[in-house]
């Protein structure tokens, strides 16, 4: 959109973008008092009018770009209208906050490049969940922590399940002689553990296929999705990179995904078995 009233549109919708949610709010609130006649008014008494609504805000460039694009709006336009347009546009941006991934990291870091730690992200995910949990590893090993939150999850009622990939001598490609899941005993009777067997594997001559996603998903509403397993080295010292998606829909195919594999019958997973 382009024209007076297009640059009205584009002021508004800045204004959505960096204003503080109370600074929206009181500017709309002002607005909203601002009758057609004060726009006859010289621009620099409606912008002390906005500015006083909230005073903090280091910004007294964006009421005078407001109130000259609103000035030069073809037809014009009322306070209400200006407040109900700057209070949409903030909704919007809101929800598209909410929905915006993050980068999450591991290891060493450098510059000022923003990131959140993986080891935070995770006990905060699992510490917020209420519903559901999927989370899927292929090692595990040394995280005590997250068990200790998995254990506070499952005693208020959230549903866990822990896809984990086996040792070779139990149809899996970890070596040693430990599994995945051994790290989670703790919360044996807690959770739901699931394996994926050799017999349902596809090889590629000696090689089998290894599970080898790493995926924790709350709610089915936000997960993380990177590099780190659930071990001590993955989450502090390795050097790993992830990517939180909060966006529903997303998440929830990722998780529909996983469930189909759980089908009876139909999936390649199934219930790890009891005392392995």
């Known amino acids: 959109m382009t024209g007076p009233a297009g640059d009205l549109a584009a002021v508004v919708a800045e204004l959505a973008e960096q204003l503080p949610p109370d600074h929206v709010l009181a500017w709309a609130r002002t607005l909203r008092s601002i009758s057609p006649g004060d726009l006859e008014l010289k621009g620099p008494g409606l912008e002390a009018r906005l500015l006083d609504a909230k005073p903090g805000f280091a910004m007294g460039w964006v009421p005078a770009r407001l109130v000259t694009a609103w000035q030069a709006a073809v037809p014009p336009l009322s306070g209400a209208a200006v407040a109900m347009a700057l209070e949409t546009a903030a909704i919007v941006q809101a929800r598209a906050d909410a929905r915006r991934s993050d980068v999450v990291i591991s290891g060493p870091a450098a510059g000022r490049t923003a990131a959140r730690l993986t080891s935070s992200v995770i006990t905060e995910l699992i510490h917020d969940c209420q519903t559901s949990l999927l989370i899927v590893s292929f090692a595990a090993f040394g995280v005590s922590e997250v068990v200790g939150e998995l254990k506070k999850a499952a005693d208020r009622g959230v549903r866990i399940d822990l896809v984990l990939e086996s040792t070779a001598d139990q149809g899996g490609t970890l070596q040693g002689r430990v599994g995945a899941a051994a790290a989670f005993e703790a919360i044996r009777r807690d959770a739901n553990f699931w394996v994926w067997p050799a017999r349902s594997r596809p090889a590629a001559g000696a090689s ?53 594999l759980m089908q009876p019958g139909a999936g390649v997973l199934e219930p790890f078995p009891a005392g392995s």
């Open 208 to 260: 089998r296929a290894a599970l080898h996603a790493k995926l924790i998903a709350a709610d089915e509403s936000v997960a993380l999705l990177g590099s780190a397993n659930l071990t001590d080295k993955a989450l502090a010292i390795n050097l790993e990179l992830g990517v939180i998606i909060r966006d529903p829909d997303t998440v929830g195919r990722i998780v529909s995904h996983f469930r189909s």
